[in-house]
T-cell receptor, first 112, second 115 residues
Framework: DAGVTQSPTHLIKTRGQQVTLRCSPK?????VSWYQQALGQGPQFIFQ???????QRGNFPDRFSGHQFPNYSSELNVNALLLGDSALYLC???????????FGPGTRLTVT | AQSVAQPEDQVNVAEGNPLTVKCTYS??????LFWYVQYPNRGLQFLLK??????LVKGSYGFEAEFNKSQTSFHLKKPSALVSDSALYFC?????????????FGKGTRLSVIA
């Protein structure tokens, strides 16, 4: 049984560019949440998708957007990248919005 | 709004000794509490959770956590530490059953187990 998978593993972008990160949830899970983990910090909640809709959103600007597909996989898009967007981006899935979350290995984004 | 505090950035313990990683929380309703562990260049692994019931919760890899409502704490414990337990530990909380509130994490505590 595959756990949560994320792609790519690492990514280097330039300021002002756009990036798309991808996540496939654990089998049987229908809810996907995205987190940003800056160096030396705990994960910060970006948003959560359930039934292909954004259900909750953390304190992140509109440059951060997402999507959930009918197969429950999800994308995180970040526009107009800033140096401060450099972080580990974690995807987590759960059986429903109220259940415990299982995390993927993350995508390390570096903005230069 | 909910919040989590992990007062220690680093905890050092000798192999074979008991370990404790501290966590205190704040929620407006009842807490739904979690511990996760993160190894280098890896995502977070779920260790254990508390919703209701016994104050002592047992989890993966011999870890347990004690819920104390009066002290608003949820400390992670293990009777005998292993070198392989060295990692970054995160406590997290959400309101329960206040609806679909986001999971809020502490800043993490780095555990170092010395042989």
């Amino acid at each position: 049984d595959a756990g949560v998978t994320q792609s790519p593993t690492h990514l280097i972008k330039t300021r002002g560019q756009q990036v798309t990160l991808r996540c496939s949830p654990k089998s049987g899970h229908d809810t996907v949440s995205w987190y940003q983990q800056a160096l030396g910090q705990g994960p910060q909640f970006i948003f959560q998708y359930y039934e292909e809709e954004e259900r909750q959103r953390g304190n992140f600007p509109d440059r951060f957007s997402g999507h959930q597909f009918p197969n429950y996989s999800s994308e995180l898009n970040v526009n107009a990248l800033l140096l401060g967007d450099s972080a580990l981006y974690l995807c987590a899935s759960s059986l429903s919005p109220l259940y415990e979350q299982y995390f993927g290995p993350g995508t390390r984004l570096t903005v230069t | 709004a909910q919040s989590v505090a992990q007062p220690e950035d680093q905890v050092n313990v000798a192999e074979g000794n008991p370990l404790t990683v501290k966590c205190t929380y704040s929620v407006s309703g009842n807490p739904y509490l979690f511990w996760y562990v993160q190894y280098p260049n890896r995502g977070l692994q779920f260790l254990l959770k508390y919703i209701t019931g016994d104050n002592l919760v047992k989890g993966s890899y011999g870890f347990e956590a004690e819920f104390n409502k009066s002290q608003t704490s949820f400390h992670l414990k293990k009777p005998s530490a292993l070198v392989s337990d060295s990692a970054l530990y995160f406590c997290a909380v959400r309101d329960y059953p206040a609806g679909n509130t986001p999971l809020v994490f502490g800043k993490g505590t780095r555990l170092s187990v010395i042989a």
